[in-house]
């Protein structure tokens, strides 16, 4: 990690909108999020083939949103979300945006690769946009967002997280809010394209050290960066 | 290389041999020797293909040791490697070029001067370190030199680089530790039911005795190894895994397994333990000689390395094992010199009867009755003195000495229970078959075969699936009924102990215990197996009692007479094999957490500290004074001047001119909702119902026993919203708090801790009103913006069209004219940016924490945590002030109502000292003791919290606890600072600048 950090001396002259790891992430190309943060849109000639075996793709500046409350459900109906019928499942829109349900009462909405985070951003972000007992949260800022990918990724977790997170006891569409690395983090299986992915969400300011721990993690699989081009 | 290579010796022709590959050589060197073995050779087994029997010294009388088990079970087989002490010769795969000798060694394992220590065995009895080494007084300091020096076994290479061991978890519906013929057939019975299960091996190969043994009721165990080892591999529901350890049980089938570089934590829904069993040994003088081995180390040397054993071999044994092993051993052209049977012939089965007739038809005759009671040879075993057994242990006079290379030993077995009595398992001692058996099974685990006491294959297989069913019963994939399997093979031999009046019977060869040392164990008065083993530290070796325990618990029985099921054996705890520290010690998580403007502190060369997981600036040295490594320690003056300079400058330039703190890591929470001002109402010691909108208000969080224990900043944004800060490291606990009572509550409001949400820093200084205003559209005059407001508006940033939403607390913990800026964390770095380039044409500087500690001490701000303790009130602390006596409740005012109207014994006080005492280098530091006087008698009255020499006031200024006699203005009270002496420190009012708060208010 420290090598990574001295390779990447940056200039202040990026976009204001920065993750709190954006230093050690690098590629040979970039896309802007709606949300007006660079991410990496291809890391090297290789994403493809390691997408499919044992990748990581750094979705943190894109839009998401979530909110808590009990007009929540609701809310999100109104605008035409649909969501999953009970806490800790996750279901994917038409569009791809993936809605989680973390309890009765608070949802996560992450924005689409498709759009970049277009349609979430239309989304409220301030409680007085939202109707009574629906308060948006801050996951935007709050948490770091990476998409570990490949057949191997039951294995990589079964290195950091103690949940049995393998197909058959973890299916698509299942959340565990548990501790990786010992850290804090919502864990999402989904899939896209047929590639097997899990979604973690985890503490921000904690982001260059847990992507440090899943390059670590990839490493046994050969795996490493992608950049989102992969996914789309 | 002191020699040249040894002749390489033929091996025997397949099938022996499974494990090689005969086409392919290694070379290594043992003690200086080249060493020349076949790819699948251990260590061990290529130094018996080139006849070096001896790979060790023994623990105390520096005998020559060599194999014995052949599985690694045993502390004969330690031997050195470059950088690993202690690697088992007869599991360690034979590579090219590996450097090993031997260890415990004074010289070299075939010269060791310390052999000289083997006639000296009668002047170190049992127990002899406890008792010799302490009279006369002071005379251990002496003796422990010389102890530590002959005392550990391997040598540590203390310029090893280290390598990369980690952890993963694996969950399974079944594991069965062991692949012996019960495991395969309990995971494929599992396994065909649907269960997910992980077959775990210890060895290389799959099929435990199968690789290696014979049995009589089974003609080609290899074939059935093959066929059960294709359906085990092929299966989809089953994971194997060789090479693994399962080296300990822990509560609901926890089982951490060792493989490679990596120990798994496997969680295991049921688990089947089909550990086998350890052979036993019979004891006799001379037992340890190399040459004498057990028959299932003979057998594995044979069939899996095809290495001939020896040229002229004897059998000593107790069972039917004894003559399996003969007949492999006549097969494959050894010349068989003696089977001696412990037994009668009478005692023999029907099985074993045929056994000896096969014998019989091959020339060989065999021994009933009797057995060796003493073997000889110094390097080698030449010769076995057989005698007749008259009674249980004892011998006829008569006797025959009978030349021979190789002793094979055969007295029985003992279940592998360590694993089993970890998860509450419990041996019963059966006198009739004279074996433990286990008992007492907690829920959801199993055990089968051997450990069962089951020995006829066939009947081990059934057993196999017997436990099988039971998993899957327990597991819902079955309703089967659970078979009986029984076996009245009978493997043990009574008392295969003889005991010889010139000793070196050896019980136990881990720690060269003789049958004397445990007997007179028990002599001295230590009945009990538990402090048998601590006195003579039997079962305390490598081996762990794999092989002395039984002998042990038996001696001990007869000693004591006791059966021996009241005498038991020694309580097994984990690990089950030596674990390396790697395991432990290998990849952790050390989790770190940085603010968004991290690296801009770095770039600017700041010295880093950490906060809790946070790492922070503490200061910012100019270039040329950026120390690292050990320079940096605050204990060598050079690092403690620069920082003093640092902190100095920085502080004057904040009260001159503005200066900039990264202030991230402070929590932050966010209430909203209609309940929100009542939630802060009750959680909080002040009153917030009332408070306005636009305003800050302080806040102090009292616990339960009413101790203060975190405080912040409540910014009331709008009737139902509150941003309120806390401590770094306390914003856990608040907002768990927070949300714990109000489960409780059912407050109309929601919670959210935003600490990592919000990126913050704190412009402070006269001119930081100046900085701001070219950068948002805010009023930010004194009237429209005054002291402890909050706005929130919108920052913006230089060259482009973006503005970034913030909030403008205007609070004034540095005592300057100063704003808090709170910013979501994805602009934090750009904020950093704006205003240190916004700041430029007024000469903006950072400052780091330590300088902020200096600033706030002037103004008299207390750190909670720093100036206060498990104990310290509101009153204690001077904040009296801002616990509201009004409301009908606050978390934790009933304690502090009760603490508050106790009479007071201490106080929080400013003081200050002549800056001269930095000269005298008597500055007194934080937890320097206050005394209640100078005399001799003085007690100690509280302690220093917080102290530095400030350049604004010019002299040294602290807070520290007082006596409550003490605490009054314009007294003096004696600090003990490092040294020992005495200085005497001014009670002050605080705070010690600005005390008409004209400068924060401006």
């Known amino acids: 990690m420290e090598s990574l950090r001295q390779s990447q001396y940056v200039s202040s002259d990026l976009e204001p909108v920065r993750s709190c790891h954006y230093r050690t992430v690098s590629g040979l190309d970039f896309t802007h999020s709606a949300m007006g943060g660079r991410m990496i849109q291809v890391v090297d000639a290789n994403d493809d083939s390691r997408v499919k075996s044992a990748g990581l793709i750094d979705l943190s500046l894109l839009p998401r949103v979530g909110y808590r409350g009990k007009g929540v459900e609701s809310f999100l109906s109104s605008q035409g979300i649909a969501v999953p019928n009970k806490p800790n499942r996750a279901a994917i829109s038409p569009d791809g945006e993936l809605v989680l349900r973390l309890s009765l009462t608070e949802f996560w909405v992450l924005g689409s690769l498709k759009d970049l985070g277009r349609s979430v951003m239309e989304l409220p972000r301030q409680h007085t946009q939202t109707p009574a007992s629906c308060y948006p949260l801050f996951c935007e800022d709050s948490h770091a967002c990476f998409v570990l990918t490949g057949e191997h990724i039951a294995n990589v977790m079964a290195k950091l997280c103690a949940v049995n997170l393998r197909e058959d006891a973890f299916p698509v569409g299942h959340i565990a809010q548990t501790s990786v690395a010992r850290t804090s983090c919502i864990v999402v299986r989904h899939q896209v394209e047929g590639v097997p992915c899990f979604m973690l969400l985890s503490d921000a300011t904690a982001g260059e050290y847990m992507l440090g721990i899943l390059l670590d993690a990839l490493t046994e699989y050969q795996g490493g960066l992608c950049g989102t081009a992969c996914l789309i | ?236 529901n089953i994971t194997v895994m060789t090479e693994a350890v ?64 020896g040229e002229r071999a004897a059998v000593l044994t107790g069972n039917e094992d004894g003559y399996l092993t003969a007949l492999m051993l006549n097969r494959q052209g050894i010349q068989l010199c003696a089977v001696i049977d412990m037994r009668q012939a009478s005692e023999l089965s029907h099985t074993e009867k045929n056994l000896v007739d096969q014998l019989h038809q091959k020339g060989v005759q065999v021994r009933f009755g009797q057995t060796v009671y003493e073997a000889k040879g110094s390097q080698r075993l030449e010769f076995i003195e057989v005698r007749a057994i008259t009674s249980p242990g004892e011998v006829s006079a008569s006797l025959e000495t009978i030349p021979c290379d190789l002793l094979c030993m055969s007295a029985g077995y003992m279940p592998a229970y360590q694993l089993i009595c970890q998860a509450g398992g419990q041996l019963s001692y059966d006198d009739q078959r004279a074996a433990f058996s286990l008992r007492n099974l907690p829920d959801n685990l199993y055990i089968a075969g051997s450990v069962n006491g089951i020995h006829r294959l066939s009947a081990v297989m059934k057993d196999g699936e017997r436990a099988a069913i039971e998993a899957l019963n327990a ?86 007479q006791r059966t021996v099921s009241e005498t038991g054996v020694t309580t097994a705890r984990p690990p089950l094999t030596p674990e390396k520290l790697a395991y432990m010690a290998g990849r952790g998580f050390d989790p770190y957490r940085l603010t968004s403007m991290h690296y801009r502190h770095l770039e600017l060369g700041a010295k880093m500290i950490p906060a809790g997981l946070w790492m922070r600036p503490a200061f910012y040295p100019k270039e040329g004074q950026r120390l690292t490594g050990s320079a940096a320690s605050p204990l060598l003056l050079q690092a403690r001047n620069i920082r003093n300079a640092c902190i100095e400058n920085e502080s004057l330039h904040v009260r001159t001119k503005v200066g900039l703190i990264d202030v991230s890591t402070l929590g932050g929470i966010e209430l909203r909702g ?133 909030r403008f607390l205007r609070v004034g913990f540095v005592g300057e004219l100063g704003y808090e800026l709170h910013v979501p964390s994805r602009y934090g770095e750009v904020l950093w940016d704006i205003l240190m380039a916004a700041g430029q044409p007024f000469d903006i500087k950072p400052f780091g924490v330590e300088t902020q500690r200096l600033l706030r001490l002037e103004k008299g701000h207390i750190i909670i945590g720093q100036d206060t303790d498990g104990m310290s ?130």
């Open chain 2, 1 to 236: 290389m002191n020699n040249p290579a040894p002749v390489f010796r033929d091996r025997l022709p397949e099938p022996m041999g499974l494990m090689l590959e005969r086409q392919k050589t290694v070379e290594f060197i043992f003690e200086g020797e080249r060493i020349t073995g076949i790819k699948g050779d251990t260590l061990g087994s290529a130094l018996l293909a080139n006849q070096q029997w001896v790979w060790s010294r023994s623990f105390k009388y520096h005998r020559p040791r060599g194999p014995l088990t052949l599985a690694g079970h045993d502390a004969n087989s330690l031997v050195q490697l470059p950088n690993e002490p202690n690697a088992l010769a007869d599991r360690v795969p034979a590579i090219d070029g590996l450097d090993v000798t031997g260890q415990n060694v004074n010289g070299s394992v075939k010269k060791d001067k310390d052999a000289v220590l083997n006639h000296f065995g009668r002047f170190m009895p049992v127990g002899f370190y406890y008792r010799a080494f302490y009279k006369p007084k002071g005379v251990w300091d002496w003796w422990e030199k010389q102890i530590r020096v002959k005392a550990g076994l391997g040598i540590a290479d203390l310029k090893f680089k280290p390598e990369y061991y980690d952890k993963a978890f694996l969950h399974h519906d079944l594991v069965v530790v062991g692949s012996g013929p019960a495991g395969m057939m309990a995971a494929l019975k599992a396994a065909d039911a649907g269960a997910d299960v992980l077959l775990l091996e210890e060895h290389t190969l799959l099929g435990g005795s199968l690789a290696y043994s014979e049995f009589s009721d089974c003609n080609n165990p290899e074939q059935l190894r093959q066929e059960l080892m294709a359906k085990v591999r092929q299966h989809a």
């Open chain 2, 246 to 309: 399962c080296n300990a049980w822990f509560t609901d089938n926890w089982l951490p397994v060792l493989q490679g570089k990596r120990l798994y934590k496997v969680r295991a829904k049921q688990c089947i333990m089909v550990t086998g069993a350890y052979e036993q040994h019979v004891v006799f003088r001379g037992n340890d000689i190399p040459g004498v081995i057990f028959s299932s180390a003979v057998m594995r040397l044979m069939k899996l390395y095809a290495v001939k054993p």
């Open chain 2, 475 to 560: 597991l819902e994939l079955s309703d089967e009924a659970v078979p009986d399997v029984f076996c009245d093979q009978k493997v043990n031999f009574h008392w295969p102990i003889f005991k010889h009046p010139k000793g070196k019977d050896f019980v136990d060869f881990d720690e060269d215990l003789q049958v004397k040392d445990i007997v007179n164990a028990t002599r001295m008065g230590y009945r009990d197996i538990q402090l048998v083993k601590r006195f003579s530290t039997v079962g305390m070796g490598p081996s762990q009692g794999r092989h002395s325990a039984l002998p042990t618990a038996r001696l001990v029985a007869k000693a004591t």
């Open chain 2, 674 to 806: 209609p309940d929100a001002a009542e939630l802060m109402n009750r959680i909080y010691t002040f009153g917030f119902l009332k408070q306005p909108v636009g305003k800050t208000r302080y806040a102090v969080l009292t616990n339960e026993q009413g101790v203060v224990i975190d405080d912040g900043v409540a910014c009331r944004f709008d009737e139902d919203h509150f941003y309120v800060t806390a401590t770094t490291t306390g914003v856990d606990n608040v907002y768990r708090l927070m949300t714990f009572w109000n489960t409780q509550w059912q407050l109309d409001v929601d919670i959210t801790n935003v600490s990592s949400a919000y990126a913050a820093v704190n412009l402070a200084g006269p001119d930081s009103r100046k900085v701001l205003e070219g950068l948002t559209d805010l009023d930010l005059s004194r009237e429209g913006f005054p002291y402890l407001a909050c706005r929130e508006g919108f920052l913006n940033v230089p060259g482009c069209e973006h503005k970034i939403p913030a």
């Open chain 2, 873 to 1002: 009130h509101p009153s204690e602390v001077s904040l009296g002030w801002a616990v509201s006596k009004k409301k009908p409740y606050f978390n934790g005012c009933r304690a502090v109502d009760i603490v508050m109207k106790r009479p007071q014994t201490r106080k929080l006080v400013g003081f200050r000292l002549s800056a001269e005492y930095l000269v005298q280098n008597q500055k007194p530091e934080e937890g320097h003791i206050v005394l209640s006087d100078t005399g001799s008698d003085s007690s100690i009255t509280g302690n220093v919290t917080s102290c530095e020499y400030s350049p604004t006031a010019n002299a040294i200024i602290g807070m520290a606890y007082v006596g409550i006699e003490q605490s009054e203005e314009g007294g003096q009270f004696p600090i003990r600072v490092d040294g020992g002496s005495v200085v005497m420190a001014s009670v002050v009012s605080l705070p010690f600048y600005d005390k008409e708060q004209t400068r924060q208010e401006a």
